[in-house]
């Protein structure tokens, strides 16, 4: 709670908040110039910061489900992904095994209520199996007889082509100052070594 003394009456109905509203404000730009990739990313690449959206635009249609310049919710998750296949054995013989691990899937929900699900287009395959997590589930821990299955709609590529990726501003952009000092700190270490 704020003391009445850390709070400005502006205006009407207006709060102005004094140190607290500074904070935040410092946190936030500290934390995206420590989230700042080192050079601009392309939007296949910029779908790793997708998880900070809560919506996203659609720029060209895609299927029956999705239309351009609608925006619809997204969310992003790990779901479970059991790949099996061979492996060659110390004998040299070829093994069947299994390999579990996670994924990044982003559910898009469309015009009729569905949940899309965006994933890549290797995990298709007929040997890959996607299932959703339940909450405290791990991969390859999963109760074979209750796995929610998680059918993949439509590939990333499908979303960077049909969507609006989120710029994410390099060091450069977030940080142009210091991003020149480093230059020139570079510029001077390299004379060293002439």
């Not at 299994?98 to 994924?103: L, Q, R, S």
């Not at 990044?104 to 007929?126: H, Y």
Request: charged fraction near 25%; proline fraction near 6%.
């Amino acid at each position: 709670m704020l003391a009445p003394s850390q709070i400005g009456h502006v205006g009407y109905d207006k709060l102005v908040f004094t140190r607290e509203h500074v904070s935040i404000k410092q946190a936030v730009r500290e934390y995206h110039a420590v989230r700042a990739p080192l050079y601009p990313l392309s939007p296949i690449q910029r779908l790793g910061y997708l998880d900070e959206v809560d919506d996203i635009i659609c720029s060209k249609d895609l299927a029956q489900s999705f239309r351009a310049d609608r925006t619809y919710p997204l969310q992003s998750s790990t779901v479970a992904v059991k790949r099996s296949g061979t492996k060659l054995n110390l004998a040299g013989e070829l093994d069947q095994v299994e390999w579990d691990g996670t994924e990044l899937a982003f559910f898009i929900t469309d015009d009729l209520g569905v949940e899309r699900v965006f994933m890549e287009a290797r995990l298709r395959a007929n040997n890959v199996r996607v299932s959703i997590l339940k909450p405290g589930e791990k991969p390859g821990r999963q109760n074979e007889d209750n796995l929610k299955p998680c059918q993949i709609d439509f590939t990333l590529h499908e979303l960077v082509e049909h969507f609006v990726i989120p710029d994410v501003p390099d060091v450069a952009r977030v940080n142009p100052d210091g991003y020149q000092r480093n230059l020139q700190l570079l510029k001077e270490i390299e004379a060293l070594s002439v």
